[in-house]
């Protein structure tokens, strides 16, 4: 935080604060998560089971767009995967140029 100019100066404690905060966020976020993988007698906690709780709750509001890439869980037990953006069927991937056995001369 210091290091941002735009930030200034930061009081000692500050980062304390905050750090606990961060503390209590995940700890409440992972604990609803662990409720939910309990309820369907799982000893993992998915990224699926995480979007349900984000979803479920007006509390973690802020989370939902991020959440929102997450797939559902019908699509992930298919073993289905979303493709990137940047991926496309029509054009295949450019094949890097190895520069190998290339050495530079010594001057």
């Known amino acids: 935080m210091q290091a941002d100019e735009e930030v200034g100066k930061v009081a000692q404690q500050t980062p304390i604060a905050v750090g606990k905060a961060l503390e209590m966020f995940m700890i ?3 604990r609803k998560s ?3 993988a309990k309820e369907k007698n799982s000893k ?3 990224a699926q089971m995480l979007k349900h709780v984000v979803e ?4 973690w509001d802020f989370l939902r ?5 997450v797939e559902n869980e ?8 979303p ?3 940047s991926e496309s069927e029509e054009e295949p991937p450019e094949k890097k140029k190895s520069k190998a056995g290339r050495k530079k001369k010594a001057a």
């Open 28 to 30: 409440a976020l992972v």
């Open 34 to 36: 662990a409720d939910v």
């Open 44 to 46: 993992r906690v998915t």
């Open 56 to 59: 479920s709750d007006d509390q």
């Open 65 to 69: 767009e991020i959440v929102s890439k």
């Open 74 to 81: 019908d699509r992930a037990a298919k073993g289905g995967k």
């Open 83 to 85: 493709k990137a953006e």
